[in-house]
């Protein structure tokens, strides 16, 4: 548990018990002293009430009239507050602990804290061998207890002024330790993420400041690793373009003439099947191959270099593409939201763009056994955004990406995007998000 505490709960806690433990400690010496220095501090004047009583005895026994001498003696003590003369047949003199019941601005259980012992005194006064009564030591401990009471009002005080400025201190350190290091922090999440280009502020102690620095180091190797990789991918890319336009190129122009005249032969075969025998039915049977066959190059030709994105645009190839799908496959609801802007997009982004959808939607064709999908490709401020989602069975958990959104992936991360795929709601979601500027492709000579 006290691992998941904050830095600065870690600091202040232990400040804060060993202040509260100085406290406690001040107050346990303070009730074990205070008893002691109290009962000092009056037995000067306890010895003091015993030598006036021997004095008054002997007076006493000496003098003629020994009851006005004591009469006398009782009248000197009115203006003493702390002697009294107790009568052995009067009304009891209050003792010290009521007198101290509600001293002056001290609180009661200040005062039950202290445990004040007996402080009072008293020496008996005798005529003629009789015990006539005592004089009694009474003090008034209020000044002593206010004292005492001010005394541990100073040691709090003291105690909390400390702790304050220990803790402000504290605060304060530890706002220049943690202030570099989350930063560091936010830097570190932000390189995760894939974001080089905002440095780590560089303060703090000189630990902090290296690391700091190096972090910063390490931000501008990866950012240079990542560009020559999205370089690297581009290219890659490229290059897998280039050698689909030269299949398609050999498709079309190879392959091509020679399915047409296998197919215009058959035709001769088909009309000249009357006189030449049982010819008939084979003759049919290689021309709907040949027929077969052509249709099936023209798909791989589309899927290869779908030409028409440069003459038609990418809304109208999009939507083309989405005509097809309907075809191939009635039974699934298709529906689309396309961006006719999508039109001023060409060259390696426009491409990715209508393969991110072709492969998506074939994927939805083959596997995903759904009953609608939906098609939508927007441009929002400088990001492009792609989605297609449909009510299928989903993806399996340990194959997020087929080969084919394995090799989109790679595509759109050589333009700077991101590809997921999302699982919400009982539908499946592939997403895309590119960056909107369009990027021309040089032309190709041919």
């Known amino acids: 548990m006290w691992q998941r505490l904050s830095f600065r709960t870690q600091l202040f806690l232990p400040l804060g018990a060993s202040f509260l433990a100085a406290l406690i400690l001040g107050g346990i010496l303070l009730q074990i002293f205070a008893a002691g220095q109290l009962d000092d501090e009056h037995e000067p004047a306890r010895r003091s009430i015993r030598t006036i009583a021997t004095a008054l005895n002997d007076t006493l026994r000496a003098s003629d009239h020994p009851q006005k001498t004591l009469d006398a003696f009782v009248q000197s003590l009115a203006g003493s507050s702390d002697i009294h003369f107790r009568s052995a047949e009067g009304v009891p003199v209050p003792s010290p602990k009521d007198a101290m019941r509600n001293p002056q601005g001290v609180p009661q259980w200040f005062v039950d804290l202290l445990m004040v012992p007996d402080t009072d005194a008293a020496a008996p006064v005798l005529i003629d061998g009789r015990h006539i009564g005592d004089i009694v030591f009474l003090p008034d401990l209020s000044a002593d207890l206010f004292e005492k009471w001010i005394g541990f009002l100073a040691l709090t005080s003291l105690v909390a002024v400390l702790m304050v400025l220990t803790g402000i201190i504290a605060y304060i350190f530890a706002g220049s330790a943690l202030r570099p290091l989350q930063h560091l922090g936010e830097g570190l999440t932000r390189m995760r993420r894939g974001d080089y280009a905002k440095p780590i502020p560089v303060g ?78 084979p003759a049919q049977q290689v021309l709907q191959s040949v027929e077969a066959l052509q249709q099936t190059n023209r798909r791989i030709l589309d899927r290869l270099r779908p030409l028409y994105i440069e003459e038609l645009g990418l809304a109208t190839s999009v939507q083309t593409l989405l005509r097809n799908f309907r075809k191939q496959a009635p039974h699934i609801n298709l529906t689309d939201t396309i961006d006719p802007d999508l039109n001023v997009i060409d060259g390696p982004l426009a491409r990715t763009v209508y393969r991110v959808i072709q492969e998506a939607l074939t994927n939805v064709l083959r596997h995903a056994k759904a009953g609608s999908a939906h098609v939508q490709a927007t441009i929002a401020g400088e990001t492009l955004v792609i989605e297609i989602s449909d009510d299928g069975g989903g993806f399996p958990a340990d194959n997020v990406f087929g080969r084919g959104l394995t090799g989109m992936h790679e595509r759109v991360r050589a333009l700077s995007g991101s590809l997921s795929l999302l699982r919400v709601d009982e539908r499946t979601y592939v997403r895309c998000r590119l960056p909107a500027a369009p990027t021309r492709e040089a032309p190709v000579n041919r």
């Open 204 to 281: 703090g102690p000189p630990e902090i400041r290296q690391s700091c620095t190096e972090a910063n180091a390490l931000a501008a190797t990866l950012a240079q690793l990542s560009q020559d990789n999205r370089d690297l991918m581009h290219r890659l890319v490229s290059l897998q373009d280039d050698e689909r336009r030269d299949l398609a190129r050999e498709l079309h122009d190879e392959l091509g003439p020679l399915l047409f005249s296998i197919r215009a032969g058959t035709i001769a075969l088909v009309e000249a099947a009357p006189s030449a025998g049982n010819l008939g039915n």
